[in-house]
């Protein structure tokens, strides 16, 4: 399995990026996908995910109201839509697969991650 994440770039607060993950390789049947994030000094934390329908997400508390989890129609690409951005929201941001029915939130519930693809929002 691979994942190319892409869409990172800077931007000023408020504003608002979509970020890109495409899976191809040899995939689950059904699998989730997540959004994580890792700011400098700090540890990788989970952001967004979705489950393999895509009838299900979740979201880190930080995000709720401001980030909204896709799956395109192929189901093998996920979208995060980041609106109203603030600078806390700096990070480089990874898009990562887990093939299954659950919803996994923690990172070392993934199998299968992208390169990351860095977010700057400036004030």
């Known amino acids: 399995v691979q994942l190319q994440a892409s869409g990172g770039g800077l931007v000023q607060v408020g504003g608002s990026l979509r970020l890109s993950c495409a899976a191809s390789g040899r995939t689950f049947s059904k699998y989730a996908m997540g959004w994580f994030r890792q700011a400098p000094g700090k540890e990788r934390e989970f952001a967004a995910g979705?489950?393999?329908?895509?009838?299900?997400?979740y979201y880190a508390d930080s995000v709720k109201g401001r980030f909204t989890i896709s799956r395109g129609d192929a189901k093998n690409t996920a979208y995060l839509q980041m609106n109203s951005l603030k600078p806390e929201d700096t990070a480089v941001y990874y898009c990562?697969?887990?093939?299954?029915?659950?919803?996994?939130?923690?990172?070392?519930?993934?199998?299968?991650w992208g390169q990351g693809t860095l977010v700057t929002v400036s004030s």
């Open positions: 990562a697969l887990e093939g299954g029915w659950e919803l996994p939130i923690q990172p070392i519930e993934y199998d299968y």
């Open positions: 979705i489950n393999w329908s895509g009838g299900r997400t």
